[in-house]
């Protein structure tokens, strides 16, 4: 897998959030000035950012699960657990959005990820990459949301 990762490391859809958005590579550590900048008066747009981060996610994988079911391929549970999974914390960060009092941003549909990048017809090779860089992301914005929230605990009184 480190490979893979390797060989499509600097690869991105930009509908997906991007090296500005989330400024790490799956596996690395935020860097110290971006974590330094961040402080937990700014956690309302920070939940709202990295809600908005996770319903893109979620476009990305219903999108793999629907193909895993639809060309009978064999990682289908695996996806679908990790959409499951994914579900929790969007909840997660809705509950904590609601108890701030924080109105969402405009929900993101399925129209995020165009026909492009869902119509691949029978092309396994261009579908194994798009499931690649899609769950590549959606990890990558776990650690980011993971590293965030570890760094803003830290710092409140």
């Known amino acids: 897998m480190k490979e893979v990762h390797t060989m499509w490391k600097n690869s991105h859809y930009d509908w997906l959030p991007n090296q500005k958005a989330i400024p ?10 971006y974590l330094d900048k961040l402080n937990p008066e700014e956690l309302d747009r920070i939940l709202l950012d990295i809600y908005q ?4 996610y979620a476009v990305g994988l219903e999108q793999i699960v629907w193909d895993q079911d639809d060309y009978r391929l ?5 996806f679908s657990d990790a959409e ?3 579900r929790t914390v969007l909840c997660e960060v809705q509950v ?15 129209a995020a990820m ?4 869902r119509l691949l017809g029978r092309s ?11 769950f590549r992301d959606y ?10 929230f570890d760094h803003l605990r830290q710092k409140l009184p």
């Open 96 to 110: 904590a959005l609601e108890e701030r009092g924080v109105q969402p941003r405009v929900e993101v549909t399925r």
């Open 24 to 33: 790490k590579q799956l596996g690395e550590h935020l860097p110290k000035e």
């Open 124 to 134: 396994t090779t261009y579908r194994n990459v798009r499931d690649w860089l899609i």
């Open 84 to 86: 499951f999974k994914l």
């Open 114 to 117: 165009s026909n492009e990048y």
């Open 53 to 56: 981060y996770l319903q893109l």
């Open 139 to 148: 990890m990558n914005g776990l650690e980011f949301l993971i590293e965030v």
């Open 74 to 78: 064999g990682a289908g549970k695996n």
